[in-house]
């Protein structure tokens, strides 16, 4: 589904971020990458997505055996790749069904589909925001406009189920959540996860990993891959850190 060859990528004028990154991710897999603080985490989830901040200086990046290097943003979400953001912004005046329902019907019409029908389209928000035990009140909020840390996360995983992405990428979802949310946001995950579907999770703490298991556990630092293993290396880290890893 997703293959990464080498990239290599920097933020314009600036110092190379990611030095070398090679990552496969097949159907049905659920991928997490974990390591140091500023170590291109975040950086390497933008560049997948496609923000313009950061210029690939080398390697390639194919999505369902197409490179995708040149296609804009909107063109990777329309294709299903779906990135939550680590900071999400706010759109003041732009209701959260709002946003979702214009988002879905983008991604149709990109694909030649037509709009959802409106019964349709609220029979999905209806199932999915109650998997989420998000309030009907919440979804006529101004997007993510004073929502709290753990209610921007939750919507994120709304977004996710709504958009129902080929690739979806989570970036410290689990970050900031209480223990109720993080088993309902870790529940909306794995009603998401199918064979035909891929997971890649950004997290910083083995335990989102006790819900969601993953069947590769990568450590990113530096730019780079620096170890790839199974579920039992994100519990390795948790109890060594990564200083053994990193001499
Ligand atoms: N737009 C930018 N402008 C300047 N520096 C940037 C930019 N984006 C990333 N960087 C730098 O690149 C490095 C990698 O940042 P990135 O956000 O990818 O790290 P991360 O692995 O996600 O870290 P964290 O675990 O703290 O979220 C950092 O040193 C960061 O300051
Ligand atoms: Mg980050």
Redesign the pocket.
């Known amino acids: 589904m997703l293959n990464i060859k080498n990239l290599h990528a920097k ?1 314009e004028d ?2 190379e ?1 990611l030095k070398g990154i090679n990552l496969e991710i097949k159907p049905g897999e659920v991928h997490a990458i974990m ?10 989830s ?1 560049v997948i997505a496609g923000k313009e ?2 210029e690939v200086t080398d390697g390639e990046i194919f999505f369902e055996g197409k490179n995708i290097i040149e296609d804009a943003p909107e063109e990777r979400a329309h294709k299903g790749i779906f990135l939550s953001f ?1 900071y999400p912004v706010e759109i003041p005046g732009v209701s959260v069904t709002n946003f979702i329902k214009a988002a879905l019907n983008e991604n149709r019409k990109a694909n030649g589909l037509d709009d959802m029908s409106a019964k349709e389209m609220l029979s999905e928000i209806r199932e999915k925001s109650e998997l989420l035990g998000i309030k009907k009140d919440f979804l006529s909020r101004s997007l993510n406009e004073g929502f709290s840390g753990g209610e921007k996360k939750r919507n994120e995983i709304f977004q996710m189920l709504m958009l129902n992405p080929k690739l979806a990428i989570l ?2 979802t689990d970050s900031g959540l209480d223990i109720d949310a993080l088993r309902i946001v870790s529940e909306g995950v794995k009603h998401f996860k199918n064979q035909g579907n891929a997971v890649l999770l ?1 997290t ?1 703490y083995q335990r989102l990993l006790n819900y969601i298991q993953p069947d590769f556990v990568h450590v ?1 630092a530096d ?1 780079k891959i620096i170890k790839t293993g199974d579920k039992s290396l994100a519990l390795e880290l948790e109890e060594k850190g990564y200083d053994w890893l990193l001499n």
């Open positions: 933020i600036g110092a971020i390591g140091p603080n500023g170590a291109g985490k975040s950086t390497l933008s901040d950061y680590q970036d410290e950004i910083h990113l730019g």
